[in-house]
């Protein structure tokens, strides 16, 4: 019998301070996934060391959407002198590599399988609003923050006036996310990020989206943290050959969010699509109270003695960044 190749080829090019990425995607399409993650960083002349940071995926299971990681495996060439594993006090684990010497050029290879299931498209949650049981850890996702701005007026009064004669938690939540994807004007790359300039100018991408949302609804005493991934998107084109058959998919960076439940725990929600929930394609990496707290993830660290150092790109298309 035939054996039928399935290869599922994602290039991604995410330039930024001449940096690239080169992502590969095996098969299934459907979840489970295979994720390989190529980088490439040149270092200038005169670095006395240089250090590297990874946030691995976690996994996570709650009654509403679950996440399973394995086979994770992050490679240096060359390898790096030193090596530190921490989970920082957000609950992500960082990885960070420093090279004492820091060499010419530092490839980076992170490959791992990943699952993910949302079981949320038909929310049942009987939590009252306003909530009066929170978690004690939830709580930490109540506060406001600087791109967060929960304690604004401007902001805790378009909170009161959309959640008003509300009386369950999931409404509330459906209409502060709701007033936000349909009164903002999406731009790729905004001025600033937090909640207070989103609200201002009804402008900004995804992190802009996020940040109003959780100022909206920390205002109204529901904890929301924001998650920033990747999404893993449908095939658009296919090029089948005999026995073989490619497809290519988009995959960006992206921020969106959770809200806390009683009965359901962190729940997914994406402000960018009407608060509908997000899908088995959205791979979590990074969570914290705003975006300034989830940039772990590929976070370069030079020595002052670096001159010239950057990342380089890497001969591959551009897909855009989605940030």
């Given at each position: 019998m035939q054996k039928i190749l399935f290869a599922v080829f994602f290039i991604l090019a995410l330039c930024a301070e001449g940096f690239c990425e080169k992502h590969l995607l095996r098969p299934p399409l459907a979840t489970p996934a295979r994720c390989e993650f190529a980088e490439q960083f040149n270092i200038g002349k005169g670095a006395a060391s240089v250090s590297l940071s990874f946030v691995v995926p976690p996994d996570y299971q709650t009654s509403s959407s679950s996440q399973t990681v394995s086979d994770f495996a992050l490679v240096f060439s060359p390898p790096s002198q030193k090596r530190e594993i921490s989970t920082d006090q957000w609950g992500n684990q960082i990885i960070k590599s420093t090279w004492q010497a820091a060499p010419a050029t530092i490839d980076v290879k992170m490959t791992y399988n990943v699952q993910s299931e949302v079981r949320s498209r038909d929310r049942a949650s009987s939590a009252p609003f306003p909530l009066t049981d929170v978690d004690p850890f939830a709580k930490i996702y109540l506060q406001a923050t600087k791109q967060v701005q929960a304690d604004d007026p401007a902001i805790q009064a378009l909170s009161s006036e959309l959640t008003a004669g509300t009386n369950a938690e999931i409404e509330a939540v459906r209409k502060v996310?709701?007033?936000?994807?349909?009164?903002?004007?999406?731009?790729?790359?905004?001025?600033?990020?937090?909640?207070?300039?989103?609200?201002?100018?009804?402008?900004?991408?995804?992190?802009?989206?996020?940040h109003l949302c959780a100022a909206l609804l920390r205002a109204a005493g529901i904890p929301t943290r924001i998650v920033r991934g990747v999404t893993l998107k449908d095939p658009v084109n296919i090029n089948a050959a005999p026995g073989v058959a490619t497809f290519k998919i988009d995959r960006r960076k992206h921020s969106w969010i959770e809200v806390w439940f009683p009965d359901l725990g962190w729940a997914p929600y994406d402000p960018q699509t009407a608060g509908s929930p997000v899908s088995g394609r959205f791979v979590k990496i990074e969570i914290g109270p705003d975006n300034d707290a989830t940039r772990n993830d590929g976070l370069v660290r030079r020595d002052k003695a670096v001159t010239n150092s950057f990342r380089t790109a890497l001969p591959v298309s551009s897909t855009g960044d989605g940030e």
């Open positions: 996310i709701s007033h936000v994807a349909d009164r903002l004007n999406y731009v790729a790359k905004p001025p600033q990020y937090d909640a207070l300039f989103t609200l201002e100018t009804g402008t900004g991408n995804c992190q802009n989206y996020c």
